[in-house]
């Protein structure tokens, strides 16, 4: 119920909202929305909110406070205005005295608010309202802390703004990254305004606001937020004029250098013993050139590793304490790895040309190239390099992918191996997110599943937050760059796990169907499965559904999950266009074949198990080369696909089948369930695997377990040797009495007789 003209104007007349946090009611949200000569975007907002709020039809209630900084008649607009919206309209309008800016705003507008979930937006439309039920339908799904509403940005900043004002908006981004790499290495636009937090994750009493960034008060004051992200179309500013000057820009840098010295109580430590060791470093170089008669480069070093152990003491005693993670020794060994690459790699060689080519004082020289690798050391330290795609908000596309309406995807990465799947229209749902942190490694968040291999952006780096009714991925920018490993290793036993929660196995195996009946093919290798396939298609008018994977329900149902064929000459040969390629195509695939052989894979294996980072060198290897992978519509044309069909056989692949009388159920089930046990890939597939286990209340494996046995219960079972051939396309269905194998006819599925 809205609240009358006489209720709004006694809180309006409170010189100071109640002291002390008030006791928020459940399932109510509280959009807190700033305002500061905004009458004419006032009643807009509140009639977008409404309708939006109507078409969602969500259980949460909600109320708007605005919190009035105004010398026009905005106050007056709210007022008039409340009564004829279905919500609570609240307005606190603070005298100039209390007013501290759009942060300080916020934050007051927290202790204020009563909801569970507080919702920051602007007053000026280019915050969309329909937003709201979005951003918390997600901090639900995701189990959130904060959601944050990123703008979709280009190289020049922020769509929506002027030149001018996207620009400068990047180059504050940048500054912010700079000083603050890890705490905003979770979120893409750390400067918005736009977001959604749990009350109960933000401690206001640590938070000192100042200007207008009052999310950045929040991520580094509050770290440890479980963070999710939604990306939005930043609008056009519509009535009223922008906040934004030269004396907010002055703001943020002051309330950037406070955050700095005041949020990491070691810092100011820091960069004293940075400052000694600038100062110490060229004054030992200088003392060892005047009393030792080594060579200056000989010289340098040595005061080098002098200086090298003095900081590394000096920051683990005095600006640690002790008391980081890894103390001791392996600190002190990954501490003089870096430090003795950055000395020569940077200030040697440059000693070397400022001194011998360009004949400058050794004391100018020195202090030159220290200062140089200073900011190079740093750099790499903080993993935060400059690239386009570092010190920008530049975002990547959206790609959407809709499995049979059980699953649905949107990436920030195109993902090949589900094209079968892209759609281009807006999903009504999003089940599983995959977003790219583009700074580096992500950082664990509260129950995220977190590997890396400790490479930042130049390695590989994931993490999954797993939840029953929305999964969360993110990603290194490197594991970005190789589609087909992030399927494998992340996305695939993701999917697997995802699917048990809704009813379904995503089964090895291939699959095939005609008539509306399927059949599913279980190769007792990792071989042979794709060619049986494409043997029958060709040859008997099979139409096609998987050759890697297919989703099984639990009543027997079979849905096609058509990836990208790996193709190789056996596969060639099947099809019967091995001869009819070209040279060099042909040359091409065995190439490709040779450099992804299995024994190759499994020697990776074995070494991501003795701590290589081997999940990062395939990523290279695929970027060098890509896997022999191609759609099935390529490796054979005009071939027919079917999305469903009920399992009425079940084809054991084994290397020498020994009769062609049918299997008992229980040795089929037996079969089929161990084959799915046996499905390995590169880290960290194991891990997902083994830590989504205890993500779910119940083992998802044995519930995987479960749909293939009642799927297959009833289903009869046949072996297929592997070097069995299917029948000739209008030949009768014979095949030899060894293979026990039998194809579809007008009468069912019979077995195949000599």
């Not at 104007?9 to 959009?31: D, H």
């Not at 620009?167 to 990254?177: E, K």
């Not at 937090?197 to 479980?226: H, Q, S, W, Y």
């Amino acid at each position: 119920m809205a609240h009358s003209d006489s209720e709004i104007q006694r809180e309006t007349a409170c010189s100071e909202p109640a002291e002390g946090a008030v006791a928020p009611e459940p399932n109510l949200v509280s959009l807190i929305i700033p305002t500061r000569n905004e009458s004419q975007n006032v009643v807009p907002l509140l009639k977008r909110l409404a309708a939006a709020l109507a078409a969602d039809g969500d259980e949460h209630a909600i109320e708007v406070l605005f919190v009035d900084d105004s010398t026009d008649d905005t106050l007056e607009v709210i007022t008039q205005a409340a009564a004829d919206f279905p919500f609570d309209v609240r307005v606190i309008a603070r005298p100039p005295e209390r007013r501290n800016g759009l942060s300080g705003a916020v934050v007051e507008g927290f202790s204020a608010a009563q909801g569970t979930w507080l919702c920051v937006m602007d007053a000026d439309l280019q915050h969309p309202p329909e937003l709201v039920p979005v951003l918390l339908a997600r901090a639900v799904a995701a189990r959130a802390d904060i959601v944050v509403g990123s703008r979709k940005c280009d190289v020049f900043g922020p769509l929506g703004l002027s030149r001018k004002r996207a620009m400068t908006s990047q180059l504050l981004t940048l500054l912010a990254r700079a000083w603050f790499p890890r705490l905003l290495r979770n979120v893409s636009d750390p400067l918005t305004g736009l977001f959604l937090v749990r009350r109960a994750a933000v401690d206001t009493a640590v938070l000192r606001p100042n200007g207008f960034k009052i999310l950045l008060e929040i991520l580094i004051r509050c770290p440890g937020l479980r963070v999710s992200e939604i990306h939005f179309d930043f609008a056009s500013r519509h009535e009223g004029e922008s906040k934004a000057d030269f004396q907010e820009g002055m703001n943020f840098f002051r309330h950037l250098l406070r955050l700095r010295l005041t949020a990491n109580q070691s810092f100011p430590r820091l960069v004293l013993v940075a400052l000694v060791s600038l100062v110490l470093d060229p004054a030992v170089f200088t003392a060892g050139q005047q009393f030792l008669s080594w060579p200056y480069l000989l010289t340098a070093f040595a005061a080098a590793q002098l200086i090298i152990l003095l900081r590394f003491y000096l920051t683990e005693k005095w600006v640690l304490g002790g008391g980081h993670p890894v103390p001791g020794w392996p600190s002190l060994r990954r501490f003089w790895i870096t430090n003795q690459l950055s000395l020569l790699l940077l200030r040697l060689p440059l000693l070397l040309l400022f001194i011998s080519a360009w004949r400058w004082s050794s004391m100018g020289a020195i202090v030159l190239a220290i200062l140089v690798e200073s900011v190079g050391r740093y750099v790499v330290s903080e993993q935060w390099v400059f690239s386009r795609r570092g010190i920008t908000m530049w975002q990547p596309g959206i790609y959407r992918y809709d499995i049979h309406g059980i699953l649905r995807l949107e990436s920030q990465t195109p993902l090949p191996e589900l094209a079968h799947f892209a759609t281009a229209e807006p999903l009504p749902q999003v089940d599983i997110q995959i977003r790219i942190d583009r700074f580096g490694t992500p950082t664990p968040q509260p129950g995220a599943i977190t590997y890396s291999e400790r490479l930042s952006r130049f390695g590989f780096g994931s993490a999954v937050m797993p939840g029953t009714d929305f999964i969360e991925i993110v990603i290194s920018p490197l594991l970005a760059t190789a589609p087909f490993a992030l399927y494998k290793s992340v996305l695939e036993p993701v999917l697997r796990w995802a699917f048990v929660q809704r009813g379904y196995a995503l089964v090895y195996g291939a699959a095939m169907a005609r008539q509306g009946e399927a059949a599913l093919i279980v190769p007792e290798r990792d071989e042979g499965k794709t060619e049986a396939v494409l043997q029958a298609i060709r040859q008997a008018d099979y139409a096609f559904m998987a050759d890697d994977f297919v989703i099984l329900a639990s009543d027997g149902r079979l849905y096609n999950f058509p990836k990208p064929v790996t193709v190789t000459s056996s596969v060639l040969r099947a099809v019967g266009s091995g001869q009819s390629r070209q040279v060099w195509e042909r040359f091409k695939l065995w190439l490709q074949n040779l450099l992804y052989l299995r024994l190759g894979r499994k020697v990776g294996l074995q070494l991501s198990r003795r701590g290589w980072p081997v999940a990062t060198l395939n990523i290279i290897w695929q970027r060098l080369w890509l896997p022999p992978k191609r759609p099935i519509e390529d490796v054979q044309p005009g071939v027919a696909l079917v999305d469903t069909a009920v399992l009425k056989e079940v084809v054991l692949l084994v290397e020498a089948a020994q009769s062609s009388a049918p299997l008992p159920a229980a040795q089929v089930v037996q079969f089929v369930q161990r084959r799915q046990q046996a499905v390995q890939g590169f880290p960290p597939y194991d891990l997902l695997l083994e830590q989504l286990e205890h993500a779910a209340k119940a083992g998802w494996q044995e519930k995987e377990q479960s749909i293939i046995a009642q799927a297959l219960q009833a289903c009869p079972g046949w072996t297929l040797g592997k070097q069995d051939k299917w029948p000739q396309k209008g030949q009768s269905n014979v095949i030899p009495a060894k293979a026990g194998i039998h194809l579809f006819d007008q009468s069912g599925f019979l077995p195949s007789q000599e």
